[in-house]
């Protein structure tokens, strides 16, 4: 006589030696049962301050962003002088993008230092239409103008993360 055996039998035969085993395994899951929950409750909390430090990070970002833009309209109203550089309106952009340069991301850091050339640009350059970051002639406000879009798309694509 042929003698078959199930795949009951076969996982019983395998996995569960004695027929204690389960009682023994609920006996374990039972008595670790308090620390398992410690450690999800652990883990849960360091998730937590994670996602409060990225929260308070991005509220940061924001505000600077929002400073350095309202900032660049200030910078435009300054008088094309000798000593433009030296106009406390300038010095407060360019500090602005110094701090930007500390906790942006890096598309932003970039499009930020472009804003930043370009209106140097429109202060310093002598020309009429000058060449843009992306290798287009624009007249120097049409390019301030370009860069500052972009500045802005970049910081608006970093915060929407």
């Known amino acids: 006589m042929i003698a078959a055996i199930t795949t009951d039998e076969n996982v019983t035969d395998c996995f569960l030696w004695e027929p204690s085993f389960l009682q023994w395994l609920g006996e374990v899951i039972s008595n670790f049962g308090p620390a398992f929950a410690l450690f999800g409750v652990v883990w849960l909390f360091f998730l937590k301050r994670q996602s409060d430090r990225e929260d308070e990070a991005k509220r940061e970002r924001r505000k600077l962003y929002r400073e350095f833009i309202a ?5 435009l109203r300054v008088p094309k002088e000798a000593d433009w550089a ?3 309106r300038i010095r407060t952009f360019w500090a602005i993008q ?3 340069s500390l906790i ?3 598309p932003v850091i970039d499009a930020a230092a ?18 843009g970051r992306d290798g287009v002639m624009r007249t120097k406000f049409a390019n301030v103008s370009h860069s500052r879009d972009i500045a802005i798309a970049e910081m608006r694509n970093e915060l929407r993360d």
Not at 71 to 75: H, K
Not at 114 to 119: K, L, Q
Request: glycine share 6%; proline share 0%.
């Open 71 to 75: 900032q660049s309209q200030l910078v």
């Open 104 to 106: 942006g991301t890096d």
């Open 98 to 100: 110094a701090e930007i």
């Open 86 to 88: 030296e106009d406390e």
């Open 114 to 131: 472009g804003f930043v050339v370009s209106t140097n640009d429109f202060f310093m350059s002598l020309e009429q239409k000058i060449m």
